[in-house]
C-alpha cells in the first residue's frame, strides 16, 4: 500500500465538503509547523517533495541553531521562546527542563495563539513522556484539537490522546496493523481532517497545525508502502571527522576507541532506514501542500519545517545521537514558505529554535511577551509587509536589518546520563511486526566494543559566533555545570570553523588571554540573560 492510499480516505472525506473552499482569504495568516525528530542537515537531501515545495518556493535558513541539542529541552524552548538556564535547567524533570509547565504555560505558543483567536492543532510528539500530560492528566492548554500518541515513540502505537474544540477528550484505541498505525500517516491524515473542517466551517477562521513526526528518531522504523526504497548503496556520511582520533576533545570523546566494522555496518544500516522513515514525512508535506491549495488557503499560509536538534553518525567515533556542542548536532535543517517570503531566498543569519515563538507571533500579529529569550526573525525573511505585520518605524531600511541581528547563538547542555552505543544497536530479531528488527550480515551486537554517547564531561555551555570576521566555536565543560572554577576545572574547547570547518582540531590552549578572558564573559553575561524588556535582555 502506497502513502498516497492511506490519504484517499481522508480526501475521500473531503467530497461531503465544497469541492474547493474559494471563499475571501483571512487577513490573519495561518500556520503548519512539521517539526520532525532527531533529523541532520544532510539528511534533507533525501526529501525532494519538501525541497521543490518548500525550500524552491521558499527560505532555506543556513544558520538555523538550537539551543540544546536533545529532544525535551530544545522542544520547551522552541515552544515557549525561552534558553535552557530559563526553562528550568539545570534542576527541570524532563532532561532537566520543565517541559510540561512551560509548554502550558499561558506564555507560549500555543496559549498565545489560542487567546488571540487562532484555532490550534497539535498532532504528534509535543514533549518526551508525553503520555503522562496527555493520556493520564488530559492537558491540553493552548490547543483547540489534539490528535497525539500517547507513547510518542512507538511508530506503531494504536493509543491516541484526542480532544475535540467543544472539550471532549478521550483516548482512542486503534487496529494494532502496519497499515493503519504507521504513526507518520495517522498524523498526515489527521491534520488534513482538521484543517478542512476548520477551513469548510469558516474560511476567515485562522488556525496553526503542528505536525511532529518520531521520524527519523531511533529506531526510524519506515512505511511499509516504503521498505523497497532501501538506500542500500548509502553510507552514513564519511566527513574527514568520521571516526577520527580527537584527544583534544572532552574527555568522553577523547576516550572512544576507533568505531570498527561491525560499528560502521551499525551505522549505515542506521542510517538508511532514517532515511526510509523520512519518505512518509515527505509524503505528509505533500498532502498538506496539495490539501491547502485545493482549499484557497496556501498562498495565506506559512509552512515552516525544522528539527528539533541534528545527529552524528560516527563523527569523533561518536556513533549515533546528538547531545554535543559541534555543528553537526546544533544546526538543523529549517525551510519557510508563505507570504511575503521570497521564493528560492536564504537566510544567513543566526537564528534559532527560541526565536521561532515569537516569529509566528509577530507574523499573526500578536505581542511577543517580554518572558520570551527569543526574538522574531520575520524581518529577516518577509519582502512585504502584510495588515498583520509591518517593520517597526525605527528600523532602517530592510538592507539594514541582518547587521541588526545577533553574531553569535547560545548553545547549552545537561548530560542526561552516562550511556553507550546500545542507543544505536536496534537490529534485534522480534516476533512483533517480524522484519523492523533484522540484524545486517555481519553484525554481533551483544558482543560489540562500548562507544559512549553521553557522559558527566559531556555538560557544557558555549558561543557559535559568526560575523564577516569570526567562525568560531567556543565550549566551556564542567560535570557539576559550574563554570567559574569554583567545583573543579573547566575544559575548554575553541575552534576557527573558516579554517577547521569539521571542528577537529581545539586551538583553545594557543589563543591569547584577551581572547579567552573575552569568550568567557561574553558568554557568561549571554547564559545569565532573561527575556527582552530589561538591562539584562538576551541578544
Request: proline share 7%; with cysteine.
Amino acid at each position: 500500500m502506497a502513502m498516497w492510499r492511506l490519504f484517499v480516505l481522508v480526501v475521500v472525506a473531503h467530497i461531503v465538503l465544497p469541492g474547493n473552499v474559494v471563499s475571501s482569504a483571512p487577513a490573519r495568516p495561518n500556520f503548519v509547523f512539521i517539526l520532525t525528530d532527531d533529523q541532520a542537515r544532510w539528511d534533507l537531501q533525501v526529501m525532494n517533495k519538501t525541497r521543490q515545495l518548500l525550500e524552491e518556493e521558499g527560505v532555506l535558513f543556513e544558520n538555523y541553531m538550537v539551543n540544546t541539542p536533545i529532544c525535551c529541552p530544545s522542544r520547551t524552548e522552541m515552544l515557549s521562546g525561552r534558553y535552557y538556564h530559563n526553562a528550568g535547567a539545570p534542576n527541570g524533570t524532563c532532561m532537566h527542563v520543565n517541559a510540561e509547565e512551560l509548554v502550558f504555560d499561558p506564555s507560549s505558543l500555543f496559549p498565545q495563539l489560542q487567546s488571540h483567536g487562532y484555532v490550534t492543532g497539535v498532532f504528534g510528539k509535543v514533549i518526551n513522556g508525553q503520555k503522562k500530560c496527555f493520556c493520564k492528566e488530559f492537558r491540553s492548554e493552548g490547543m483547540t484539537m489534539v490528535g497525539s500518541p500517547c507513547a510518542e515513540g512507538d511508530f506503531y502505537g494504536n493509543e491516541y490522546f484526542v480532544k475535540h474544540p467543544n472539550g471532549t477528550h478521550y483516548i482512542e484505541t486503534l487496529d494494532k496493523t502496519l497499515e493503519t498505525t504507521y504513526q507518520t500517516s495517522q498524523l498526515g491524515n489527521r491534520t488534513l481532517s482538521w484543517i478542512n473542517s476548520v477551513v469548510s466551517e469558516d474560511a476567515s477562521q485562522p488556525f496553526f497545525a503542528y505536525i511532529g513526526p518520531h521520524a527519523p528518531h531511533y529506531s526510524a522504523d519506515p512505511a511499509a508502502w516504503h521498505q523497497d526504497q532501501t538506500f542500500s548503496n548509502v553510507k552514513a556520511p564519511r566527513t574527514p571527522n568520521w571516526n577520527e582520533s580527537c584527544p583534544d576533545k572532552h574527555g568522553m570523546i577523547a576516550d572512544n576507541p576507533p568505531l570498527n566494522e561491525n560499528a560502521a555496518i551499525h551505522l549505515d544500516h542506521q542510517h538508511q532506514v532514517r532515511w526510509m522513515s523520512l519518505l512518509s514525512v515527505d509524503d505528509v508535506i505533500e498532502a498538506v501542500y496539495t490539501d491547502l491549495k485545493r482549499l484557497g488557503v496556501l498562498d495565506n499560509t506559512y509552512i515552516i519545517f525544522s528539527s528539533d536538534h541534528g545527529y552524528h553518525l560516527g563523527q569523533w567515533r561518536v556513533p549515533s545521537s546528538k547531545q554535543q556542542p559541534y555543528d553537526t548536532d546544533i544546526f538543523v535543517p529549517t525551510l519557510m514558505r508563505g507570504p511575503g517570503i521570497k521564493a528560492g531566498s536564504t537566510c544567513g543569519s543566526m537564528v534559532g529554535n527560541v526565536d521561532l515563538a515569537p516569529t509566528v507571533l509577530t507574523l499573526a500579529g500578536i505581542e511577543v511577551p517580554t518572558v520570551m529569550d527569543g526574538k522574531s526573525f520575520a524581518h529577516l525573511i518577509v519582502q512585504e509587509e502584510s495588515l498583520y505585520f509591518r517593520p517597526p518605524p525605527e528600523l532602517p531600511p530592510s538592507s539594514d536589518w541582518a547587521s541588526l541581528w545577533r553574531d553569535a547563538f547560545l548553545i547549552q547542555y545537561k548530560s542526561v546520563g552516562h550511556y553507550d552505543n546500545t542507543h544505536a544497536v536496534m537490529w534485534w530479531p522480534a516476533e512483533t511486526f517480524k522484519g523492523r528488527y533484522e540484524h545486517p550480515p555481519g553484525a554481533p551486537c551483544k558482543t560489540c566494543p562500548h562507544w559512549w554517547l553521553d557522559g558527566p564531561t559531556d555538560t557544557w555551555r558555549g558561543l557559535r559566533l559568526k560575523d564577516v570576521n569570526h567562525n568560531l566555536l567556543y565550549v566551556e565543560f564542567n560535570p557539576s555545570w559550574v563554570f567559574d572554577g569554583s567545583k573543579g576545572d573547566v575544559f575548554h574547547e575553541l575552534y576557527d570553523v573558516n579554517k577547521d570547518p569539521y571542528q577537529m582540531t581545539n586551538i583553545y590552549a594557543t589563543a591569547s588571554a584577551d581572547i579567552k578572558t573575552d569568550l568567557h564573559e561574553r558568554l557568561d553575561k549571554y547564559a545569565s540573560c532573561q527575556g527582552g524588556s530589561s538591562a539584562g535582555n538576551c541578544p
